[in-house]
């Protein structure tokens, strides 16, 4: 396993925490409450992630050789585990991004028998538009 950031580590040791399902899933709306909303301009075409049932928005920027990304959602639910996979890709560089096992993640907080399979499939979207983004700023375009 790679090097936890500080807020993956926060966030594992809060779900190990929980006895069962429903405060796993409160506290999941609580991370969720947690990330910043975007604004109109924001929530445009060009920073939705396709393959998602709900709507889901990302934004991506570089700190040297890290990477920052901010997401939201229509969806409580789902706001909650974008707030869980930005705490565990959110530092890492390109390397560590792109080798991340997502099912991994979810199945040491608890939540991956918990996820359907278009949630699943959803939050797969959503790292792989991260991933593009990347090779997207790799080569030196914005994508716009």
């Keep these: 396993m790679s090097h936890l950031p500080a807020s993956a580590q926060t966030a594992l040791q809060a ?11 409160r506290l999941l709306m609580q ?3 947690q990330l910043a909303p975007f ?9 939705q992630v396709q ?5 889901v928005w990302l934004l991506a920027e570089r700190d040297g050789a890290h990477w920052q990304f901010r997401a939201s959602s229509d969806a409580r639910l789902l706001r909650g585990l974008l707030a869980l996979l930005l705490a565990r890709v959110n530092g890492l560089g390109q390397d560590e991004l792109i080798a991340l096992d997502l099912a991994d993640w ?5 939540l991956a ?3 359907s399979p278009s949630r699943s499939n959803g939050l797969q979207a959503v790292l792989t538009r991260m991933q593009q983004l990347l090779d997207t700023a790799d080569q ?4 716009h």
Excluded: I, P, Y
């Design 51 to 55: 393959g998602c049932e709900s709507q």
């Design 39 to 47: 604004n109109d301009e924001e929530r445009c075409e060009a920073n």
């Design 140 to 143: 030196g375009s914005v994508s």
């Design 106 to 110: 979810f199945t040491q907080l608890g």
């Design 113 to 115: 028998r918990h996820l």
């Design 31 to 33: 991370w969720g409450d």
């Design 15 to 25: 779900f190990s925490a929980c006895a069962g399902w429903e405060q796993r899933a």
